[in-house]
């Protein structure tokens, strides 16, 4: 079964103009995907001189460019390391507080701006500056080191960002069903019992190619409705030596070739079937 990869946020640091990436600049995808993302469009409003105002015919005007802001949280677990492991997990943030801080203007060195950064998560793409960054760190070793932190890290851009699709967007896969999206903390275990699949979490872990169960990626998305007939497909294949005419007819595919191994019956055992291509 051909599992598909989690596609992983990644931050990418930008020259001034906040288009061309930086040759040489951070570039990293992040621990945790995020949970949500919170996108917020706003118009610069000035309101004209003269006009009656006690008639109410002063009216409005939109000058200048709007602005477009983008909140996240990114999570961090030094404990949750695979590879290159780290015993602080500020080893890992700094990476991300990185673009708070200022640098000399490429146009005027007198002058000092905060680095570039592009938010990169499949499709979804934001570029701008970061206006605000705020650290939590928790979860301390018996050293005093913190071991896993959030931030929520707010973004900005002088204009109103549009999204641009380069396809039509429609579904022509068929028999497409939605996805459902982990949330940080979540398992299998408590994804399939909060939909009401919880016996037969096995088979939707099989379904999905899901290694480890009880520790999801936040934002990994899982098909809760995949492997729901696991346990009845056991049993079928099973049952079939005991009525070999009718369960064989029922229970497999068309172009199935089928072999049973012998079973017990008392003191006597059955014969093997035969194999068979069913049609």
């Given at each position: 079964?051909?599992?598909?990869?989690?596609?992983?946020?990644?931050?990418?640091e930008l020259k001034e103009d906040l288009v061309t990436e930086l040759p040489g600049g951070k570039n990293f995808d992040v621990q945790f995907n995020p949970d949500?993302?919170?996108?917020?469009?706003?118009?610069?409003?000035?309101?004209?001189?003269?006009?009656?105002?006690?008639?109410?015919?002063?009216?409005?005007?939109?000058?200048?460019?709007?602005?477009?802001?983008?909140?996240?949280?990114?999570?961090?677990?030094?404990?949750?390391?695979?590879?290159?492991?780290?015993?602080?997990?500020?080893?890992?943030?700094?990476?991300?507080?990185?673009?708070?801080?200022?640098?000399?203007?490429?146009?005027?060195?007198?002058?000092?701006?905060?680095?570039?950064?592009?938010?990169?998560?499949?499709?979804?793409?934001?570029?701008?500056?970061?206006?605000?960054?705020?650290?939590?760190?928790?979860?301390?070793?018996?050293?005093?080191?913190?071991?896993?932190?959030?931030?929520?890290?707010?973004?900005?851009?002088?204009?109103?960002?549009?999204?641009?699709?380069?396809?039509?967007?429609?579904?022509?896969?068929?028999?497409?069903?939605?996805?459902?999206?982990?949330?940080?903390?979540?398992?299998?275990?408590?994804?399939?019992?909060?939909?009401?699949?919880?016996?037969?979490?096995?088979?939707?872990?099989?379904?999905?190619?899901?290694?480890?169960?009880?520790?999801?990626?936040?934002?990994?998305?899982?098909?809760?409705?995949?492997?729901?007939?696991?346990?009845?497909?056991?049993?079928?294949?099973?049952?079939?030596?005991?009525?070999?005419?009718?369960?064989?007819?029922?229970?497999?595919?068309?172009?199935?070739?089928?072999?049973?191994?012998?079973?017990?019956?008392?003191?006597?055992?059955?014969?093997?079937?035969?194999?068979?291509?069913?049609?």
């Open positions: 079964m051909t599992e598909t990869a989690l596609k992983k946020a990644k931050l990418i949500s993302l919170k996108v917020t469009y706003a118009n610069e409003i000035k309101q004209p001189e003269g006009g009656n105002q006690a008639a109410g015919t002063t009216g409005r005007q939109f000058v200048g460019t709007g602005t477009t802001k983008l909140a996240l949280t990114l999570w961090f677990d030094v404990s949750a390391m695979t590879e290159n492991a780290v015993n602080d997990v500020r080893r890992l943030t700094k990476e991300v507080t990185h673009f708070m801080n200022p640098k000399p203007s490429e146009q005027d060195a007198s002058k000092s701006l905060p680095p570039g950064l592009r938010f990169s998560w499949g499709s979804f793409i934001f570029d701008g500056v970061v206006e605000g960054l705020e650290e939590t760190l928790e979860f301390f070793s018996p050293e005093g080191k913190p071991l896993r932190a959030s931030i929520a890290l707010t973004m900005s851009q002088q204009k109103i960002l549009v999204a641009q699709f380069k396809d039509s967007g429609a579904v022509t896969r068929a028999g497409a069903r939605p996805f459902a999206s982990a949330k940080q903390g979540d398992s299998l275990q408590s994804m399939a019992a909060d939909s009401g699949k919880g016996d037969n979490w096995q088979g939707i872990a099989e379904a999905n190619g899901i290694e480890d169960p009880l520790r999801m990626d936040a934002g990994q998305f899982v098909d809760l409705n995949a492997g729901a007939s696991f346990g009845v497909s056991a049993g079928a294949s099973f049952g079939a030596s005991a009525s070999f005419g009718v369960s064989a007819e029922a229970g497999f595919g068309a172009s199935a070739t089928v072999s049973a191994p012998a079973i017990s019956l008392g003191a006597v055992a059955a014969p093997p079937l035969p194999k068979l291509g069913l049609n």
